[in-house]
């Protein structure tokens, strides 16, 4: 089978569409026949050799990238029963020293980490959710807002930001949102109630809307001590990106999101889909061996949605 590998750190150049043998199933775990795999800002730092030089993987000899997957289950591990042979999943590859990721034909997960794919959902749509919504809730979590509380959201306009805006609305919390001034018809469409444009002063700008400050912060866009000096002392922060958290001054409680892969929480998201409470959004669609395309798309950061590999 093809699959996206790298054999060293550098530019696109390095990624390489290689045969492998098909990978084979073990215990509690299912093989996915790949049918769209998205491609992620994780996948350039993986790619840049960023992640080993923050000390989050090993360099090895071989790489797989991809996070995201969405196909049709073909096998299934001992000790396996919610799921059978036919199902269409979508789920999260969440380990990142492996020599397989989910951009090849065929990927082999844990069953914990997959769900049955929204109905009415194409598998390029679902290949689109995995990393991003779970990024978004699992920071809503560390939050643990009650409904009727106020949280920013930084980027509101990107992957996570925009399911994260999404997620609060559904969760009764009140949004404001920063992104670029020409994004504010679409995060007020996904459910902001205030919306501040990038390169206002945020504090300032968000504590004329809320004065105090908001309860809570998402800082999907990484901009640190500008998003905290936004939120109310006390309160609390979600920082995205390893490394991007600033000192929890005021007392604001400071939490990194380290993403894991999540099954049962995935099959929640699907819900939402199912019911248009959640929006994938799809850049464009690529075959495989254009991966090195995709990767140079995407550092442009001038696309809404993912750029989506089908096998």
Do not use: C
Request: proline fraction near 6%; hydrophobic fraction near 45%; charged fraction near 20%.
């Amino acid at each position: 089978m093809r699959a996206v590998v790298i054999r060293s750190f550098g530019g696109p150049e390095v990624l390489e569409v290689a045969e492998v043998p098909v990978p084979s199933t073990g215990a509690g775990q299912v093989r996915i026949r790949v049918a769209a795999a998205a491609v992620n800002p994780v996948d350039i730092h993986t790619r840049t050799g960023g992640l080993a030089q923050a000390g989050l993987m090993v360099p090895r000899a071989v790489i797989g990238l991809g996070w995201d997957v969405a196909g049709t289950i073909d096998e299934i591990g001992p000790g396996v029963t919610d799921f059978a042979v036919g199902d269409g999943v979508f789920g999260l590859s969440d380990r990142l020293d492996i020599p397989l990721g989910t951009q090849a034909e065929y990927v082999v997960l844990d069953a914990t980490a997959v769900a049955r794919s929204p109905r009415g959902l194409s598998a390029v749509e679902a290949a689109t959710v995995p990393l991003n919504a779970l990024t978004a809730a699992q920071s809503l979590d560390l939050l643990d807002l009650q409904p009727g509380q106020t949280v920013l959201i930084t980027g509101a306009a990107g992957a996570v930001g925009g399911y994260a805006v999404e997620l609060a609305v559904s969760q009764g919390l009140r949004v404001v949102a920063t992104a670029a001034a020409d994004d504010e018809t679409l995060v007020r469409k996904l459910g902001a109630e205030h919306f501040v444009p990038r390169g206002a002063r945020l504090g300032e700008a968000v504590r004329t809307l809320v004065p105090g400050g908001v309860d809570g912060a998402v800082d999907a866009a990484a901009l640190g001590a500008e998003t905290l000096d936004a939120v109310r002392s006390e309160g609390v922060f979600a920082a995205v990106v390893g490394g991007a958290e600033p000192p929890g001054l005021r007392g604001i409680r400071v939490a990194n999101t380290w993403i894991r892969a999540d099954g049962p929480r995935l099959a929640e998201l699907a819900t939402l889909l199912e019911q248009g409470r959640l929006t994938p959004r799809v850049a464009d669609t690529l075959p495989l061996d254009r991966v090195a395309d995709a990767h140079t798309r995407l550092t442009t950061g001038s696309q809404r949605g993912r750029l989506v590999l089908i096998p």
